[in-house]
């Protein structure tokens, strides 16, 4: 078997002269190209590049210059080794991630690609202050404020220059100066929500912008919960010290908003439980009633209860058959409560009772690959069922090898069953699956006590058939002999692309090369 073959100098000619009706990949199954055959690839697919061993800088320029629009210079500079500076430099202007494939990038080649790309900047590595401030200039305000947490120790000039960009982007900026926090609430009063310890001076501001009459500090923070609450739910998070009033409103709107608040009530965690069950990973040392209500809202609010009652853990079944992979040691009326509930939730058990084993798999045969240790009489169960779950079976009894010999006297039979299935499977997509096409041989070859090698022709016997029925499935035949190979690319020559270790005439024939 062969994955790149060598070619005669007319052989080569011959390709060269077809190149035009010949795939992209088709350079990966030549081992000698000749420099012609190399300079022609590139120009007409850039990524044969990643092909050629040993290329020249001119044939490494000419890839790069190759490059885009439907494939970018990202992933052909990735198969470049030690680019030059002027193939770097084309590289930059053309594609804003070049920069993430050059290895230890010098200051130069930094400042290059943000000068092309301001992004660049954050695939760069511990950029420094005057890199980020370059780009940041340049930046749209939605790609500049991911850049602000970087910009440590901002001076004030640096907040004026990201608040005129995007007012409320102020939110990152951890130390707003006085200066700064007022600029931003002239420009827009909301930005208030956004500074974590505004100024008196800047509530001031606020206050004369929204033109708020009988309001002082004593009593700005109070009204402006209050006000903000009820214009906009969703600026909770910034209001300061909210009253219970409002965090009891605030978490039945969204339970989840119990993050923002310290030290809540009993009351307000309640609620906010009732509100979403997954609200209680926000709550500290919950009581038990809290813990049911956590529960009862949403079962698989569990796994963040730390020693669950038997009442909680039951609860949670009954809520989400689910909730059961994240119960410690359940017991087996839990198990069997959780599978009777939804099936598919025995992927998530271990240690299943041979009873339990054997109710879910008459409902369902293939669930018994999710069995860890399947018992024997379950396996024996699935196979009397349905021959064809011999598939989702781990390991055969030899009660139930006995009965498929004695099913099928002959070998092709069940091997032509179960690998037809297994296709079939396939395109289903369904899962799961146990035995790929080569342990279906080796089982078959092992209960009927044959030769590997004689079950192995049977295979390609019936592989022929599966061909026939779709040539794709060429695809999901890992060791496809020749015969199997010319038969796919007979129908169709882009079929190569799915075929594995193609044999030395499979690559001719697709190169064109033969008659």
Known sequence: MFSKIILSENEINEVIRKINKLPYYFMKYIE?????????????????IQWINNPTDEMKLLAIKSAGPMVTVNPILKYINNPTDEMVSIALKKDKDTITCIDNPTDKVKREAIKYHPEAIFHIENPTYELMLESSRALDSVSYKNLIPKLENMTEDIQFLIIHQKVLDIEYIENPTEKVQIEAVKQDADAIYYIKNPTDATKLEFIKQKKWSGVNLDTFDEILNEKTFSQDRSKFKYLKNPSTEIQLKAVKWQGTLIRYIENPTDEVKLEAVKQNGKSIQYIKNPTDEIKLAAINANGNSIQY???????????????????????????????????????????????????????????????ISYIEIPCDAATFEVIKQDVKNVLFVKKLTDESKKFLCEKYKMPKELLSILLKERISMIHKCSLPWILDFEEIQEFISEIYKADIEDIKKLGNDIYLEILDDNIDNIAYIPKSNEKLQLLALSRYNDEMQLIHNPTSNAIKMFLGLTE
Not at 32 to 48: M, Q
């Open 32 to 48: 000698n190209p000749s420099e012609e055959l190399i300079i022609l690839a590139i120009k007409k697919w850039a990524r044969c």
């Open 305 to 367: 209860i730390e020693n669950a009652t038997d009442e909680m853990k039951f609860n949670a079944i009954e809520q989400s058959a689910f909730s059961i992979q994240y119960i410690k040691s359940p017991t087996n009326e839990m198990k069997l409560m959780a599978i009777r509930k939804n099936t598919a939730s025995i992927q998530y058990i271990k240690s299943i009772a041979e009873e339990i084993q054997l109710e879910i798999i008459r409902k369902d045969a293939s669930l």
